[in-house]
Antibody, heavy 121, light 109 residues
Framework: EVQLVESGGGLVQPGGSLRLSCGAS????????LSWVRQAPGKGLEWVAN????????YYVDSVRGRFTISRDNAENSVYVQMNSLRAEDTAVYYC??????????????WGQGTMVTVSS | SSELTQDPAVSVALGQTVRITCQGD??????VSWYQQKPGQAPVVVIY???TRPSGIPDRFSGSSSGNTASLTITGAQAEDEADYYC????????????FGGGTKLTVL
């Protein structure tokens, strides 16, 4: 079965750090771009970051650039996001997602179940 | 960056046809993808690419696009189609940035 499973969420104080992990199974992990997408409580989806199949390229939404770092370990079939200098507005469910990248398209075809991050004192 | 605009809420009578739209400059260059999200669940892609339905998605879901507007059509809406629907595409800048629409809450009456 193709699946993604996130872990590492929790409660953290403003200014703190957290590292989320996402383990993959059921597909050739190294063949796909991966992404993190978040959803604040009661709000819509927001793309956070992307990483190339071999980790050579990464992209971030402006609001997290310089604070978050996406990485991957193809030997471990895992993708990560290191989140530093966390703010209240980073409170959200964080999903990892597999990306289908085409010349004209960009689709998230497999999603994890999400992990909740709460930034609060 | 660019933005994608969706109507916040749409309703449809059971068995009728409904169209959910998504507008944005990036749609002139890139395909849109559509996601269905039910409460407490992760999103599920229902349409991507030119008009591709993943395995397991009913054929009552279809997509179309013209100019800067893309549409998700549900022909013969069912009670289980009540959900939030999101569109997304690549950012119009051409790099690997991604944008989502704000979402449309679909109510099946």
């Amino acid at each position: 079965e193709v699946q993604l499973v996130e872990s590492g969420g929790g409660l953290v104080q403003p200014g703190g750090s957290l590292r989320l992990s996402c383990g993959a199974s059921g597909f050739t992990f190294s063949a796909y771009w991966l992404s993190w997408v978040r959803q604040a409580p009661g709000k819509g989806l927001e793309w956070v970051a992307n990483i190339h199949q071999d980790g050579s390229e990464t992209y971030y939404v402006d609001s997290v650039r310089g604070r978050f770092t996406i990485s991957r370990d193809n030997a471990e079939n895992s993708v990560y996001v290191q989140m530093n200098s966390l703010r209240a507005e980073d409170t959200a469910v964080y999903y990892c997602a597999r990306v289908l990248v085409g010349a004209k398209g960009y689709a998230f075809d497999i999603w994890g179940q999400g992990t909740m991050v709460t930034v609060s004192s | 960056s660019s933005e994608l605009t969706q109507d916040p809420a749409v309703s449809v009578a059971l068995g009728q046809t409904v169209r959910i739209t998504c507008q944005g400059d990036s749609l002139r260059s890139y395909y849109v993808s559509w996601y269905q999200q039910k409460p407490g669940q992760a999103p599920v892609v229902v349409i991507y690419g030119k008009n591709t339905r993943p395995s397991g998605i009913p054929d009552r879901f279809s997509g179309s696009s013209s100019g800067n507007t893309a549409s998700l059509t549900i022909t013969g809406a069912q009670a289980e189609d009540e959900a939030d629907y999101y569109c997304n595409s690549r950012d119009s800048s051409g790099n690997h940035h991604v944008v989502f629409g704000g979402g449309t809450k679909l109510t099946v009456l």
